[in-house]
């Protein structure tokens, strides 16, 4: 264990060159406002986080009484910037890192730290329904008439269960209302980039059901080309989500509301759109070569029933029944040239069912949250299709091949993985004196698994006419054996199908103390078990189900929450230190790649802080500011082919600093501007400095023109088109491959309110 040096003398990131020159681009859109005529914006428009309940964590906590570290933002908020999508508001988040693969928050990524097949790291519900990382990776998910969203930092297992060791993302969609309103928005971009979104509602039967419907279509071309093909679509996107909303909620029936949502996305966009090129600088050309073309289509849906009754006393009782699935299928050139037409397929067919019950207490100087929860979790994989395999060493010198190797295989691989949770939770908060409060939570959770297992791999061109030269008793060779016969022999020892299941039960707690200096300012100290349930994988090589044990987290938190100048300004701050144990990890057992398996044979430990401040000084002018610190390590990480003890994790940015000013008044001009910076991170376990992702300094701003009813734009994002990479690697010798980052893209936007 090291100790975390949080207040150590290294000091923050400088501004120089091009870091600087995107500050100073924030500054002059503030400069150029300022100049500007103002009228008042409603007062109503003011945010104040004390006033904003944070619903991850279900106690009725604001942004502000909270411990926890919560990026909260309004639906308002984040239309009046550039963001439309989630992984533009992780962006702006502190701590927050996005990539073509996913996301990470305090250097988790929400998949795993490396290859697992066990659950996510970071829960993601969307008005009460589970958004899985397949569904989020591919199935996309629209951030258009949202309410609010919260990013939670640090583990959630108390409050969220198996699936928030790293976070959680809650986010709610705006809810009808009794009042008649509708709202529009037609945008056009480079690359033939375009958003078309609707959203209206109102009242059925005034005071007793109201609806609200949205759509919200995105398309664009993206910005990569396929050589070969001819085609500028190379990545494209064309997403289209639905949503309706029904709320029943008698006047007569005082306290009662039912909310029913169902939201449906169909996703058609370019699978595995890399760039391929000799030298990395090559690749932000974001040219393509295969010869076969790239499909993805993918059916998304979720649907919940929110059922609330407010009693006389303040008490709440509260059911939510949730459903969400993923269908998925996958086409694209397996070979990755312009050579060959071999075509490779895969999908996803998952799906989420979740029963939850709470009841929330209240008294003078004290609440508590009880409750009950039940999910049935399905993750279905299916692929089928031919890909090369790399004959190791030294079974290639056996024959005589050169280095490298590959031979063609065909694989069919099936893999389904059924789920039960069942819990039972406790949440509250004590205040045993005006300045004191005192919180403590248990989570009592129990999980059982069963998986299933099939893959079939088959030689479809090897090496003809090669033999063995010379007998390898300890491999089974003998000398004169044809080279195919022994590869068909792999092949035929990874062929097989397997059956595992496993159970686990698991106590959760945490419990915190707070000091209230003021009525605006306060300090506490958290600690917090996090968890990820246990499971089984499969060694594809080997062909056999193996199981893993659950990994924990002992999470120690300070926080400070403080607002000045009569709420106008509000300065917040988490510092932690967390111990990861048994931690789950791909072990690689040999030289093969298809022979590794998930263990628990990882032990690290990570530590940070996170400072953001928001002022809101009038009506028209809101900044923020944001710090990210994280440092991270493998305590232990030894494998029979690696030894990763002392690195750091993959895609865990030191620093991620950002700053943003809007201007918005009822009539007139307004704007908005925000700039991050994100230092380099290791793209794998390896950190081999050679496959970095590059530092990422990101210029955003939108400036137009508002009346009562309609508004139009200008905007755009990577305003500096700064070049970084999102992933990177070696293909082949002499050969590389990755995801660029999108380039500079500007546009115009039109909306219309009534």
């Known amino acids: 264990m090291y100790t975390p040096p949080f207040l150590s003398a290294r000091s923050l990131p400088v501004p120089t060159g091009r870091i600087a020159t995107g500050f100073a681009l924030a500054a002059l859109l503030t400069g150029v406002l300022a100049a500007q005529p103002t009228t008042p914006a409603p007062s109503t428009e003011v945010i104040s986080l004390d006033r904003f309940e944070v619903t991850g964590e279900k106690l009725g906590r604001t942004a502000q009484e909270t411990q926890t570290s919560v990026a909260a933002y309004t639906g308002d908020e984040l239309a009046q910037s550039t963001d439309t999508t989630l992984a533009d508001v992780f962006q702006r988040t502190a701590n927050a890192y996005t990539n073509a693969e996913g996301f990470s928050l305090r250097g988790i990524s929400n998949t795993g730290v490396t290859f697992t097949e066990g659950s996510d790291m970071s829960t993601v519900l969307i008005d009460g329904s589970v958004v899985d990382s397949q569904m989020l990776t591919y199935g996309g998910l629209s951030i258009w008439d949202l309410d609010q969203i919260e990013i939670l930092r640090g583990p959630q297992s108390t409050s969220q269960g198996r699936n928030s060791l790293a976070g959680a993302v809650v986010g709610r969609t705006k809810n009808p209302t009794f009042v008649w309103d509708s709202k529009f928005r037609v945008t056009y971009a480079e690359l033939n980039t375009t958003q078309m979104a609707a959203a209206f509602g109102g009242p059925v039967v005034p005071d007793l059901l109201a609806f609200r419907f949205t759509i919200d279509r995105h398309e664009s071309d993206g910005p990569a080309t396929n050589v070969t093909r001819n085609e500028d679509d190379w990545d494209r996107t064309d997403t289209t989500t639905y949503r309706g909303k029904l709320l029943f909620q008698p006047t007569r029936w005082n306290g009662f509301s039912a909310l029913l949502t169902y939201a449906h996305t169909d996703s058609q966009d370019g699978e595995r759109a890399y760039a391929y090129g000799n030298t990395r600088e090559d690749l932000y050309k974001r040219e393509a070569f295969e010869n076969t073309r790239n499909d993805f289509e993918s059916r998304s849906r979720l649907a919940s029933l929110e059922v609330n009754q407010t009693f006389a006393n303040g008490w709440l009782l509260s059911s939510t029944t949730a459903w969400s699935d993923l269908k998925s299928r996958s086409a694209y050139d397996s070979d990755r040239t312009p050579d060959e037409d071999l075509v490779y397929g895969f999908g996803y067919d998952n799906y989420t069912k979740s029963q939850e019950v709470r009841l929330l207490a209240k008294g003078e100087s004290w609440k508590l949250l009880s409750g009950v929860y039940f999910a049935k979790v399905r993750r279905s994989y299916a692929a089928d299709g031919p890909f090369y395999y790399v004959v190791p060493s030294p079974l290639d010198a056996v024959f005589g091949l050169a280095s490298p190797a590959r031979a063609l ?135 056999k189900i193996v199981a893993y044990d659950p990994e924990y987290t002992a999470n120690y938190e300070l926080s400070f929450r403080s607002q000045w100048l009569n709420k106008k300004v509000t300065l917040n701050a988490n510092a932690f230190y967390v111990d990861w144990t048994d931690q789950q990890v791909a072990v690689q057992l040999s030289s093969d790649v298809y022979d590794r398996q998930v263990e628990n044979a990882g032990k690290s430990t990570y530590y940070g802080l996170e400072i953001e401040t928001r002022e809101q000084l009038n009506a028209q002018w809101g900044f923020y500011q944001t710090i990210g610190l994280t440092r991270t390590k493998f305590d232990e990480f030894l494998t029979s082919t690696a030894d990763y003890t002392g690195n750091e994790f993959a895609r865990s940015p030191h620093w991620t600093l950002g700053a943003g000013v809007t201007y918005r008044q009822t009539t007139g001009w307004f704007g908005n501007a925000g700039v991050t910076y994100i230092k380099q991170v290791f793209g794998d376990a390896d950190n081999d400095p050679a496959f970095n992702l590059d530092q990422r300094l990101i210029v955003n701003a939108k400036i137009g023109y508002n009346t009562h009813r309609w508004s139009a734009y200008l905007y755009g994002t990577n305003l500096l088109d700064d070049e970084y990479m999102e992933t990177f690697w070696q293909e082949s010798p002499g050969r590389y491959s990755g995801t660029p980052g999108d380039p500079r893209i500007v546009g115009v936007g039109l909306e219309a309110r009534f």
């Open 409 to 543: 295989l065909n694989v069919h691989q099936f893999s389904q993985v059924d789920t039960r949770n069942t819990a039972v939770f406790f949440n509250g908060d004590w205040k045993p004196a005006d300045r004191w409060t005192l919180t403590a939570g248990l989570r009592l959770d129990r999980e059982k698994l069963d998986r299933e297992s099939v893959q079939d791999v088959q030689l479809l061109r090897g090496f003809p006419g090669a033999v063995a030269l010379l007998s390898v008793p300890s491999l089974g060779i003998p000398a004169g054996a044809p080279a195919d016969v022994v590869i068909q022999g792999i092949a035929s020892g990874a062929s097989a199908a397997a059956n595992g299941d496993d159970e686990f039960e698991t106590v959760l707690p945490s419990a915190g103390l707070t000091y209230n200096w003021t009525p605006d300012i306060s300090t506490a100290f958290t600690y917090t078990r996090g968890y990820r349930s246990g499971g089984v994988s499969f060694n594809q090589k080997q062909a």
